[in-house]
């Protein structure tokens, strides 16, 4: 144990995967000021993804990390890569004093998610797994070396297996309404981590669930003010997304109701021509499709008196 006074000091550095639980991972404490390619410090498991360096110089250090799930994690080493590391260690944010004094410096060491599920979850839109920078990083470094570090990506409809249904991509369909999307990330046999001590049993990244594509209803009126036994030319458009909706639409002009099938996401409603003078209120209302939610819109015009 480091006593005061002989220039050694200790720390312990804790591991914590993103919802706060202890995770082990490779873990090496790099000394600002070694020089360029110096090597990193080996610390002592004493807990899971807790980690003791005892004896060590009283100096400022950076960690480097690498686990399954958190990829290359660092603090106080930048960039957090092959090259960070064969660089001498810079004073950025992270990095951790350890002084000669009794009691240890402590690091604590948060991993970020391994990947998220990006796009949008409605119907009919393409859904993609990106990795954190951290995966990212480790995944292109560790493949460049040979070794075997690509996850498999399983996508998964309310947690069951989605049959052939491989890949970072995912194009939503019918069977997903309503339905939570995730992706199952798992390593192959034989990859950089097998036999290895660290966990690397797979992983679930949700994805959230799948709605109906919003929908969006406009009634355009031509002429705002006309002559009784005028038409003022009524267009109702809808759109699901951006592209136009099909399906039906329901038009109330008074007493009036009229429904019509959607022919390229627009509709137009005849008003009569025996309408008396005084102001006219327009509802428009698609009523949704297995893939489009309902949405309504409304115009005004009005019927004016000859002078």
Not at 18 to 24: E, K, R
Not at 155 to 173: D, F, K, M, Q
Not at 221 to 229: S, W
Request: a positive charge.
């Amino acid at each position: 144990m480091a006593e005061e006074g002989d220039g050694k000091g200790s720390l312990r550095v804790t591991i914590l995967d993103p919802t706060g639980a202890p995770v082990d991972a490779q873990l090496f404490l790099m000394k600002q000021g070694a020089g360029p390619g110096s090597g990193g410090l080996n610390g002592v498991r004493v807990a899971p993804g807790t980690f003791d360096f005892v004896d060590v110089p009283a100096a400022r250090y950076g960690a480097y990390t690498m686990s399954p799930w958190g990829g290359m994690t660092c603090a106080g080493i930048d960039p957090c890569d092959y090259f960070g590391l064969q660089a001498e260690p810079s004073p950025v944010s992270g990095a951790v004093t350890v002084d000669d004094v009794e009691t240890p410096a402590r690091l604590t060491i948060r991993l970020a998610p391994p990947a998220a599920v990006s796009g949008s979850r409605v119907i009919g839109q393409r859904l993609r797994v990106t990795w954190s920078p951290q995966m990212a990083t480790m995944i292109a470094e560790l493949s460049a070396s040979g070794g075997i570090a690509l996850p498999t990506v399983q996508w998964l409809r309310n947690g069951v297996v989605i049959p052939h249904e491989l890949g970072v991509t995912y194009e939503t369909t019918r069977a997903d309404l309503g339905r939570v999307l995730s992706v199952r990330l798992s390593y192959p046999a034989g990859s950089f981590w097998d036999h290895r001590s660290e966990d690397w049993s797979p992983r679930t990244v949700v994805g959230g669930r799948i709605a109906k594509i919003t929908s969006g209803t406009t009634v355009d009126v031509f002429r705002k003010k006309v002559l009784p036994g005028r038409t003022p030319g009524i267009r109702v458009e809808v759109s699901a997304g951006n592209l136009p909706a099909t399906g039906r639409v329901r038009m109330k002009l008074g007493r009036l109701t009229v429904t019509k099938t959607l022919r390229n996401g627009s509709a137009r409603l005849a008003v009569p021509r025996s309408l008396k003078p005084r102001r006219y209120r327009v509802v428009a209302t698609y009523l949704g499709s297995w893939s489009s939610s309902p949405s309504t819109g409304t115009g005004t015009f009005k019927v004016v008196r000859r002078r």
